[in-house]
């Protein structure tokens, strides 16, 4: 998957050689994150970088955009991926249109526990509550969240004022995907507009598209991880490596034509009117996951600690790649798959 996912490369590369990657603190890596990911919006908003939208004949070359900043920093891919996925459902769902300088986030987890509510106000709705994991929480400057209205779960535009959205303390102590900056935030009030009907975000067909583009960043990933195998094979004669390098060049080849053909399925067919989406999405993820579990397993007993323990860059790649992967549901998204394939009107 290359081409014109070059682009994203060379941006930042440009925007950010004063970063450098001895600062590991979740600090300094957040702060590292925040100005990447606002050049790289920056050059969105330029026309210099660009993400075809899902659907668009040109899937492919968004996912291959998103792998391409997902190999260069995971946690950079995580608000990339998260602002143009945005801009992807405002567009099909008719929110308001996004302005140049404004960083969006994608904020839809739902996990048991802590709620946000939303409430009518006048003529809009104000936003109260707490939101797990919001990526992006202090570089964001607007957000797609959900939240539970009397009428089920709805999409709202925010706003990210530090005065409502305040960031928990505590609630991201990860070390992998420090710089994602993905902790819970406290809304007070805060006005939203919403975007979309009652469960739009998740019955919209792009829903499912989205979703592929996250596997695309996990693969970005994976294919970073292996660079250390590949250059310690090239240093010597080495059969075991060899044969590691062989299983991981294996998986990964499948994972990319995976994901172009589901590029290409979604350009197909970009309203699902053939009712394929979900289970397309629930596939290649599960898949895509598959492999870099494999690669995180076999980059490991390939090379040892030496490249944990010496390569900091790489050292973070497996942090990192290790908690985003957990985004995936796992066995929940299997047997759903499972029951889909088996019982397709139950699932409807």
């Not at 608000?79 to 300088?101: C, K, N, Q, T, Y």
């Not at 004022?161 to 102590?173: I, L, S």
């Not at 759903?336 to 699932?347: I, K, M, N, Q, V």
């Amino acid at each position: 998957m290359t081409g014109n996912a070059l682009s994203p490369h060379v941006l930042i590369e440009e925007g950010s050689r004063a970063a450098s990657y001895d600062g590991i603190t979740p600090e300094e890596a957040r702060a590292e994150t925040s100005t990447r990911f606002t050049a790289v919006v920056g050059s969105l908003d330029a026309g210099t970088l660009e993400f075809p939208v899902p659907g668009s004949g040109r899937t492919a070359v968004r996912l291959a955009a998103l792998q391409t900043v997902a190999e260069e920093d995971l946690c950079l891919a995580r608000l990339v991926e998260g602002h143009v996925d945005a801009l992807a459902i405002l567009a099909e769902l008719g929110g308001p249109s996004p302005r140049a300088g404004q960083r969006w986030g994608v904020w839809a987890a739902e996990p048991p526990g802590a709620t946000l509510e939303a409430s009518r106000d006048g003529d809009g709705w104000t936003l109260s509550g707490v939101k797990p994991y919001c990526s992006g929480a202090r570089s964001c400057t607007h957000a797609l969240v959900t939240a539970r209205t009397a009428e089920g779960r709805r999409l709202f535009a925010v706003t990210v004022d530090p005065g409502g959205c305040v960031p928990v303390e505590g609630t991201w102590q990860a070390l992998g995907m420090a710089g994602s900056d993905t902790p819970d935030v406290r809304f007070d009030r805060v006005p939203g507009v919403a975007v979309g009907a009652t469960d739009a975000y998740v019955r919209r067909p792009g829903f499912q598209h989205g979703g592929i583009g996250v596997a695309a960043c996990w693969y970005g990933g994976a294919v970073a991880i292996a660079r250390p195998l590949r250059r310690a094979a090239a240093q010597r004669s080495d059969p075991h490596a060899d044969a590691h390098l062989g299983a991981v060049d294996i998986q990964l080849h499948a994972a990319a034509a995976v994901l172009r053909q589901a590029a290409a399925e979604i350009d197909e067919d970009p309203t699902d009117d053939t009712g394929g989406a979900r289970a397309r999405s629930l596939r290649v993820r599960a898949f895509v996951e598959s492999v870099c579990t494999e690669v995180l397993t076999r980059v490991g007993r390939a090379t040892g600690a030496a490249p944990l323990c010496h390569d900091l860059r790489h050292a973070r790649n497996v942090a990192d790649l290790t908690v985003y992967l957990r985004q995936h549901h796992g066995e929940r998204d299997l047997a759903e798959l499972g029951a889909l394939l088996a019982r397709p009107r139950d699932s409807r």
